[in-house]
């Protein structure tokens, strides 16, 4: 008779995900996968399979709950303050994270994309997710006249997808807010510009 698992699966996929956040896939030990979600190894590689399945699970839950906040793109209103609320918000979630943790994509972007084909595609549609949604609000801010940049969309997102970029990755060495806000403050006179 097959045993019962004693554990919630999203909530042992969660644990994993933060301590992937935080220490990286090379640095985290299964060991320390096991502790942390409070299962034992038959359990990990029965239902995860082995460490680089569960990472790459972990990404697609870190990229399932952005896709959540993305969805501020498509609200009715101006898109200039959504556009704007949603850039300081994400630099104020770095000024505020004690941890230092940056964005889990970027992250493992940096660690494991360069020999890692399956984790490189999937940070690349979530990026590539992340862009179509802000080239979808320019667009609009563009036609409705409120941005005046007449660059393409497709251009200003791009550059808006490497700014935030930059934010998480100088964001780990100097959170402080004196030095990322002109950051965006500067990145939003973009959108002035003829």
């Keep these: 008779m097959p045993r019962t698992k004693c554990f919630n699966r999203d909530d042992a996929l969660e644990k994993a995900m ?6 990286g896939y090379e640095a985290t030990s299964v060991q320390e996968l096991v502790d942390c979600m409070g299962i034992n190894r038959g359990s990990l590689y029965d239902t995860f399979g082995d460490k680089h399945s569960l990472f790459l699970e972990a990404l697609d839950q870190y990229s399932s709950n952005s896709q959540l906040r993305l ?16 850039l300081y918000l994400f630099m104020q979630k ?17 660690e494991r994309s360069s020999r890692d084909d399956e984790c490189a595609e999937r940070i690349r549609v979530f990026f590539e997710e992340m862009e179509v ?7 609009r801010g563009q036609k409705s006249g409120t941005f005046k940049s007449t660059r393409s ?16 990755v100088i964001g780990k060495v100097n959170p402080d807010e004196a030095v990322l806000r002109p950051m965006v403050d500067v990145a ?3 959108l002035n510009a003829e």
């Design 18 to 23: 933060q301590a992937f956040w935080m220490k």
């Design 71 to 86: 969805e501020s793109f498509r609200k009715e209103g101006d898109p200039r303050e959504i556009l704007t609320k949603f």
């Design 94 to 110: 770095q000024v505020s994270d004690p941890a230092r943790r940056g964005c889990f994509m970027t992250n493992s972007a940096v």
């Design 133 to 139: 949604g802000l080239t979808d609000l320019i667009a």
């Design 153 to 168: 969309a497709e251009s200003l997102a791009s550059f808006f997808i490497g700014v935030m970029q930059g934010i998480r």
């Design 188 to 190: 939003l006179t973009v």
